[in-house]
């Protein structure tokens, strides 16, 4: 039988929960918008003054403007012209990236900020569909605190949007099929299954996760009527698994793997070298991970066990239990608070659905407690809000100044880091990454093998003569024969940065001279709180390595 809404008194409130007929809510959009633009706009001034420019908390939004470029201009799926690499995870963001940077020209960096403003923007309004338990105004300033909370701490808008990342469009894109199937439910007027298909289709195109939720909202539907319902369900499971079998045919008939090379690396199961298997612990530890997401699942399951019963919140509820399940199984959690967020958006989709069930004054007192809970539960992506420009800071005195670097005196030269992004993205011309994130050959050959020989062949064979690398990595790492020309450490903890010192080495013996000259003169030009420091014994170190090299192939 149909999810019915349960029948209300006159003590209960008018509305019941997002995704009924009633029109959007002006105050809600309102006030959500406005906090959501107005701490996103103080986050970028902060970064921009301090900075310098606009530069963005995670190296890796810099792959997508990498792989935008060379799209918009080279007609190259990759970050390096004319090669394809699978270095996208999210091939819906990358698309759009690269129509954004054909129309920003020199403000191409902007276009992942206006995408997740915008995809931000939409959020807030899938949530005020229809919703009439939070109603901020100048008169109502618990609703006005519990806006804030919901956008800032849980949704973690103006967060996500420096983050650089598709995880905005994500969650706006879930949060549409899981507001479509839930009116379905309702047995109320909204989109038909092919715009519903639609959705989930370019959900699952922008992240493959969509599939995990696609699976809690088949099952909800199937729940709800299985005779009315379940072509629906079958229809919406091929929507997600046609995608994502298409670009994987895809990755494979251009010489990659089933899966973008960065699923390849992380996920689970993919047999890398770097991958020992999931044990209960580390899913557990995931979970843990977000105190916020223990809350919102701890909530749902509680909901579906409670009711007893198909509640009206059936949906989402079980949406986000089922997502949840797969997620912390088959993907990460972290990662500056993204990989999740379109569970948290679920999530705080349920909350609303549910307080609407309660009785007006209950009601009250739940937004009370969501108010309280959600800033304790949300403390971690607060923090990481408030730690954005520091975040930033760090990606440009390391990975974009390299990059400005290796563009301004190795242009068209081949180069090797294990730091894909900004150095991908204003270096041009042959580019190693030792982390397989866009050198597919590389995440293949990583598998048993040991970095060190590794790198050591990697560079016989691609001859590159500079490496750029974080202190750590080249440590254990770096082949004996290559020389530490020198490096830059920046003032302070790194935020985002793995240390504070980014390491240039050149892999012969000829190219330290000319590298510690490029470094020094470029040292006018570097970050402020960033320093060189060059290393005098290079030189000697050089002469060693290349004595060493004529007396082998002497004996040889």
Request: glycine share 10%; aromatic share 8%.
């Amino acid at each position: 039988m149909a999810i019915t809404a349960i029948p209300r008194t006159e003590e209960e409130p008018q509305g019941s929960g997002p995704g009924p007929t009633e029109p959007v809510d002006r105050a809600f959009l309102r006030w959500g918008v406005g906090i959501q633009l107005g701490v996103t706009a103080l986050l970028v001034a902060v970064v921009v003054v301090w900075v310098g420019r606009l530069t963005y908390a995670l190296d890796d939004a810099a792959i997508h403007l990498s792989m935008a470029d060379r799209l918009a201009h080279d007609g190259t799926w990759g970050v390096v012209a004319g090669r394809f690499e699978s270095a996208s995870s999210s091939p819906l963001w990358t698309a759009l990236t690269a129509v954004g940077v054909l129309v920003a020209g020199p403000a191409a960096e902007w276009v992942p900020l206006i995408l997740n403003v915008v995809a931000g923007v939409a959020v807030v309004w899938l949530l005020a569909q229809g919703q009439q338990v939070v109603r901020p105004g100048r008169s109502r300033p618990l609703d006005v605190a519990v806006t804030a909370v919901l956008v800032v701490g849980m949704l973690y808008l103006p967060g996500l949007a420096l983050v650089g990342m598709e995880h905005t469009l994500h969650t706006a894109l879930v949060l549409a099929a899981v507001v479509t199937v839930h009116r379905w439910a309702l047995d109320r007027p909204g989109p038909g299954p092919v715009a519903a298909c639609a959705i989930v289709a370019l959900a699952s195109l922008t992240r493959f996760e969509t599939a995990f939720v696609v699976v809690g909202l088949a099952a909800a539907l199937v729940l709800v009527d299985r005779r009315r319902l379940t072509r629906r369900a079958a229809a919406l499971v091929v929507s997600s698994a046609v995608p994502i079998a298409a670009f994987s045919l895809f990755n494979r008939a251009m010489g990659g793997g089933w899966l973008p090379n960065s699923l390849l690396a992380k996920g689970q199961g993919t047999g890398t070298a770097q991958s020992d298997g999931l044990t209960p612990s580390d899913i557990v530890g995931r979970v843990a991970s977000d105190p916020l997401l223990i809350v919102l699942v701890a909530s749902a399951a509680v909901y579906l066990i409670v009711r007893g019963r198909p509640g009206p919140a059936l949906v989402p509820a079980l949406a986000l239990v089922v997502a949840t399940a797969f997620h912390v199984t088959l993907a990460d959690v972290g990662w500056y608070e993204r990989y999740q967020a379109y569970l948290i958006g679920i999530g705080v989709y349920f909350l609303l659905a549910t307080v609407a069930e309660l009785p007006a004054a209950t009601a009250r007192r739940a937004l009370v407690a969501i108010g309280a809970v959600g800033v304790v539960a949300a403390i971690p992506k607060l923090q990481h809000t408030v730690m954005v420009p520091r975040a930033a800071d760090d990606m440009y005195r390391q990975q974009y100044q390299a990059g400005e670097f290796l563009g301004r005196y190795y242009d068209g030269e081949p180069v090797a880091t294990d730091q894909l992004g900004y150095i991908s993205y204003l270096h041009d011309g042959p580019l190693t990454d030792f982390a397989g994130l866009g050198d597919y050959e590389v995440l293949q050959r990583r598998e048993g093998s040991r970095n060190r020989e590794l790198w050591l062949t990697l560079d016989e064979e691609r001859g590159f003569d500079v490496v750029v690398v974080y202190d750590i990595s080249g440590a254990f790492n770096a082949p004996r024969g290559w020389v530490r020309a020198g490096q830059w450490q920046i003032d302070g903890p790194a935020t985002t940065g793995v240390t504070r010192t980014l390491v240039f080495y050149a892999t012969d013996p000829e190219a330290v001279a000319p590298l510690q000259e490029h470094l020094a003169e470029f040292e006018p030009d570097m970050a402020p709180r960033s320093e060189l420091i060059l290393n005098e014994n290079a030189p000697m170190h050089a002469m060693a390595v290349d004595a060493a090299e004529t007396d082998a192939a002497a004996s040889g």
